[in-house]
């Protein structure tokens, strides 16, 4: 019995070990949740560009933070700020785009959950991939678009900060107004899309990675609503859509207003935090083993006292 006791102590210690264990490492461990941005202008961002210049008006949403990263052109990460696509959209001035005020939108979300619950802070990384004026043919599989968000969302998951782990979250795609022109791009838009996101899921091996779409408030032809029906009836399974209808445009009738990309980053990180995984948080899943072993073993001990 004495025996038994002393073994019980013994295993008692080893589990009170691993929960400091895992606490220290919640404490260095940080998790970047990474974010594929991808489509044309109204991703990349032309919010308050006027011809050829960007007003330079950031708004308190887009400004930077240490804990909102981007991957540059270059693949390196670096602090994210306005315009976000600058070295990838290079052919048109680039302004403020729905990227910053969706990731500004989800810290407030984690700084209110850890003020609730303790800490949660985590890195996000933004992956700029989006080009103005492209069709979706130009983003469907072989093509350079698509090679480079593939690229681009590897390298992201490859490259960290510290000792940061990192996962993809979600892909914010936003992209359609250049199908608008011809009745039968607007007609096939549907199905090109499905087979990109299938395609994109299998080559990043994440079959149920999340997909949050916008359905365009605009386009450049009159098959407008065709393909904003097609956005809004696709059935595939973890694919969400974000109506921007309604939005402000700029003088153009076709880009997003520097108000309106605001109000639109908010509506993405609300739809991310509703529909998507709790990414906001720190895992505790070896901390909370090691105390569920640290409370069978003092069950057990209370029982042969």
């Known amino acids: ?131 103005g004026g492209t069709r979706i043919d130009e983003w469907a599989r072989g093509a350079p678009l698509y090679a480079a968000m593939v690229r681009r969302a590897r390298a992201a998951l490859e490259r960290g900060e510290g000792r940061r782990t990192r996962r993809l979250g979600a892909v914010l795609w936003y992209q359609g107004e250049s199908d608008t022109v011809e009745r039968s791009d607007a007609e096939s838009y549907g199905g090109k899309l499905e087979t990109m996101i299938l395609d994109l899921r299998s080559d990043l091996g994440l079959p149920g990675l999340l997909f949050i779409q916008v359905a365009i408030a605009s386009g450049e ?35 997003l207003t520097t108000q309106a990309q605001v109000q639109l980053g908010k509506m993405l990180a609300q739809s991310y935090l509703t529909y998507g995984t709790k990414a906001m948080s720190f895992s505790t899943g070896n901390r909370t083993k090691a105390k569920f072993l640290c409370g069978l073993l003092v069950a057990a001990i209370l029982c042969i006292l």
Do not use: Y
């Not at 065709?226 to 445009?249: E, W």
């Open 1 to 131: 019995m004495l025996l038994s006791f002393l073994s019980l102590l013994l295993l008692l210690a080893s589990a009170a070990a691993a929960v400091a264990e895992a606490e220290a490492e919640v404490e260095v461990e940080e998790e970047m949740v990474v974010f594929v941005l991808a489509g044309q202008s109204n991703m990349a961002g032309r919010g308050g560009v006027v011809g050829d210049r960007w007003d330079g008006d950031v708004p308190p949403e887009c400004r930077p933070s240490p804990s909102i990263l981007r991957l540059s052109a270059a693949l390196r990460w670096e602090e994210a700020r306005e315009p976000l696509h600058a070295d990838i959209d290079r052919a048109r001035p680039c302004g403020v785009g729905p990227g910053l005020p969706f990731a500004s939108a989800l810290r407030r979300s984690a700084a209110a959950t850890a003020a609730a619950e303790g800490p949660g802070a985590e890195a996000i990384g933004l992956v700029p991939c989006a080009v």
């Open 221 to 255: 032809g009159n098959f407008t609503e065709i393909v904003r029906k097609a956005q809004k009836g696709l059935k595939l399974p973890n694919v969400i859509c974000v109506d921007a209808k309604g939005l402000p445009l700029e003088g153009d009738h076709l880009h």
